[in-house]
């Protein structure tokens, strides 16, 4: 689904993250951990053909991404970025359409089926009641969620999402968590970002931890996710404390 090799990435002039490799699996689920300013961002775009890599090699279904237009890459890849703020006063329901157009042509209009999709990912998200308000006058967590149904829209078989629980309750959290593991079930491979480890453990396959642009281990979460490795990424002291039946938490050590 998604072969990265040797990736070199950053801004003109100035190089962020080095030596980078992995491959994502179709149906896959990896989460990226790391602190502020530790390259994650940088790194989406730069897997997603929008800054141009400084080395190394990005592949979307054994197909070189510098070989790909943007319009192909679209009915590949959905991306959520962090922090979207509306200009405009779309409707939530218009908003979330507009991930259509990947499908449509030039002078095309969006048809039933468009809209039925468009529906089925609001309905997903339980933002449906939000359909008909302007995008500009939501809150910050349900525009953030508006993203994620916009990305579904689109129907990818790669889903990319920088931080999508930023700004969400804990309710809504769990709602975008669980639709990531759904997502997954169908075949769609998701990575995503998060500051929270314990989102790794909830629904990824695999944690990639990034530490100053470079990979600092990758594996499955229980293996890779070690108080070792978060007190190198954050400088903060955690345990990482066993729940049984496979499930892991982290808590941090403070007044400890």
């Known amino acids: 689904m998604l072969a990265i090799e040797s ?23 990896m989460c990226v951990l790391g602190p502020n300013g530790g390259g994650k961002t940088t790194l ?16 979307l279904h054994d197909q070189d991404i510098e070989n790909l237009t943007r319009h192909e890459i679209a009915r590949r890849v959905g991306y959520v970025p962090q ?23 030039v002078f095309s209009t969006p048809g039933k089926h468009d809209r039925q999709v468009a529906e089925g990912a609001l309905e997903s998200l339980d933002i ?24 579904l829209a689109q129907e990818p078989k790669l889903l990319v999402l920088d931080e999508p629980t930023a700004s969400l309750d804990f309710g809504n959290q769990v709602r975008v968590l669980q639709r990531i593991a759904a997502l997954a079930s169908a075949g ?5 970002s998060s500051h929270d480890p314990d989102h790794a ?3 990824a396959r695999r944690a990639l931890l990034l530490a100053e642009g470079r990979v600092l281990e990758i594996g499955a979460p229980r293996a890779v996710i070690r108080a070792d490795t ?3 990424m954050y400088g903060v ?9 496979g499930a892991h938490t982290c808590l941090p050590a403070i007044g400890r």
Request: net charge positive; with cysteine; hydrophobic share 50%.
């Open 230 to 232: 978060l007190q190198r």
């Open 83 to 105: 922090g979207h703020i509306g200009y405009f006063a779309f409707t939530v329901r218009e908003f979330v359409l507009m991930g259509r157009t990947a499908h449509l042509g």
């Open 128 to 151: 449906a009641h939000l359909a008909d308000q302007p995008v500009t006058e939501i809150s910050s967590g349900e525009r953030q969620l508006a993203l994620v149904a916009r990305a």
């Open 44 to 59: 989406f775009r730069t897997v997603l053909g929008l800054l141009p890599k400084h080395d190394g090699v990005i592949r």
């Open 7 to 29: 990736l070199a990435f950053g801004f003109p002039g100035r190089t962020v993250g080095r030596e980078v490799s992995f491959a994502l699996q179709a149906g896959e689920v």
């Open 188 to 192: 769609i491979s998701i990575l995503f």
């Open 237 to 245: 002291s955690v345990k990482v404390i066993d729940l049984g039946g």
């Open 201 to 203: 453990f909830l629904c």
